[in-house]
């Protein structure tokens, strides 16, 4: 991550440890663990996979529904922006479907994890010449979350996506058929 990635990160870490007190004090407050939320999150990947190893800089923004405090749904739409080294550059954006399963471990803070399928566009240009590849495939993830307020939360989470390449597509100078990338995000959601 660059140092903006890093004060930003840093920033949003300070403003949930300052707020929680405030959230402490509000105690078990009369929130109700179901409804529609929005998030957005900034972050940073390490994209594995031979020619496309990289790391940079990601956004994300999703909405989605808490049925109850321990099961949802969530859309969401991620921009990992280029990537790649000098004969191998690559673009990806897509978006994630995901359903989330999370242990609350007190009234305001919890644990979760999530599976679901991401539909990806992936525009390579490598070799001399540029395809695109939309795709579906699995993602997985992790994290935790904080309330701040009663409506307000934070959360820092893990994911994992993959994308596939046709390897026959660059005349086989490609020495891998996709990249696999690791995701670390920060973020803020928002119930209603």
Same mark, same amino acid.
């Given at each position: 991550m660059n140092s903006k990635a890093r004060i930003a990160c840093a920033t949003i870490?300070?403003?949930?440890?300052?707020?929680?007190?405030?959230?402490?004090?509000?105690?078990?407050?009369d929130r109700d663990a179901s409804g529609p939320y929005i998030k957005g999150s900034y972050g940073g990947y390490k994209s594995h996979g031979g020619d496309f190893d990289d790391s940079n800089d990601l956004y994300g923004a999703g909405l989605g529904y808490q049925f109850n405090e321990f099961f949802g749904l969530e859309a969401n739409y +991620? &921009? *990992?922006?280029?990537?790649?080294?000098d004969d191998t550059k690559a673009s990806l954006k897509g978006?994630?479907?995901v359903v989330i399963g999370r242990l609350p471990l007190s009234s305001s803070f919890g644990v979760y994890a999530k599976a679901g399928a991401f539909a990806a566009a992936l525009d390579v240009d490598a070799?001399?010449?540029?395809?695109?590849?939309?795709?579906?495939?699995?993602?997985?993830?992790?994290? +935790? &979350? *904080?309330?701040?307020?009663?409506h307000l939360s934070t959360f820092l989470e893990y994911n994992r996506y993959n994308v596939d390449i046709d390897e026959d597509d660059f005349n086989g100078q490609l020495n891998n058929d996709g990249p696999d990338f690791d995701t670390a995000q920060v973020g803020l959601k928002f119930q209603f």
């Open positions: 870490l300070s403003a949930s440890v300052f707020a929680a007190p405030v959230a402490l004090a509000q105690g078990s407050s +991620v &921009d *990992f922006g280029n990537f790649g080294k978006g994630a479907l070799f001399d010449e540029d395809e695109t590849y939309d795709d579906v495939s699995p993602v997985v993830g992790a994290g +935790v &979350d *904080f309330r701040i307020t009663e």
